[in-house]
């Protein structure tokens, strides 16, 4: 009895077949691991959008009403404010030798090219040696506008505002913040400040 073997055109039909499998599961696995990649940005660009708003929401919250002293001893009100920004005086935690506790910072906000920066001075009252460190809060941001809500609940673009004079102890009823971001759109946040003497 005579040995039956594969013709050489079942074998290339075969090859064929097995590499048309082989590219579409290579095309379908390196699908997946690209939609892997994506979602993984999007989660760590989610992550890092909560984690500065978190940081703006405890940094007004924790609003002082106290006033500072600028560089060169100008008198500074516990908050200043602009469209573009803002500067105030918080309390935060920071680490000491003797463990976690509580220090009197002057923080400020605001966009340097495309990276919104938070910078925190140690130093409430300050001389002209520059002592802040600054740090991106959030990269990729293409707009920031600040709103400061008075006593009577109205919206003004500057703080202290233009008309009527303010003591320099007093904080704005509520803070709100709105940033473009090119990736999300808009996020807004309304904060609402401690309460001060009026």
């Given at each position: 009895m005579k040995a039956r073997g594969f013709t050489l055109i079942e074998i290339l039909v075969a090859l064929?077949?097995?590499?048309?499998?082989?590219?579409m599961s290579y095309q379908g696995l390196a699908g997946m691991a690209r939609n892997q990649e994506g979602i993984e940005r999007a989660a760590e660009r989610q992550r890092a959008i909560e984690l500065a708003m978190l940081r703006l929401e405890r940094d007004l919250t924790q609003a002082l009403a106290r006033p500072a002293r600028g560089p060169y001893g100008e008198n500074l009100p516990a908050m200043v404010g602009?469209?573009?920004?803002?500067?105030?005086?918080?309390?935060?935690?920071?680490?000491?030798?003797?463990?976690?506790?509580?220090?009197t910072?002057?923080?400020?906000?605001?966009?340097?090219?495309?990276?919104?920066?938070?910078?925190?001075?140690?130093?409430v009252d300050r001389s002209?040696?520059?002592?802040?460190?600054?740090?991106?809060?959030?990269a990729d941001v293409e707009r920031?506008?600040?709103?400061?809500i008075d006593s009577g609940v109205t919206r003004v673009d500057q703080w202290p505002p233009r008309l009527g004079s303010l003591p320099p102890e007093r904080l704005p009823r509520a803070v709100e913040v709105r940033l473009v971001l090119a990736d999300v759109g808009e996020i807004v946040r309304l904060i609402e400040l401690p309460e001060t003497a009026l």
């Open positions: 064929a077949v097995f590499s048309v499998i082989a590219v602009g469209e573009q920004g803002a500067e105030w005086t918080t309390l935060d935690l920071v680490a000491a030798q003797g463990g976690v506790g509580p220090q910072l002057r923080v400020s906000y605001a966009l340097v090219g495309s990276d919104w920066r938070r910078r925190a001075d140690q130093v002209p040696r520059d002592t802040a460190r600054a740090r991106v809060a959030l920031v506008s600040w709103r400061y």
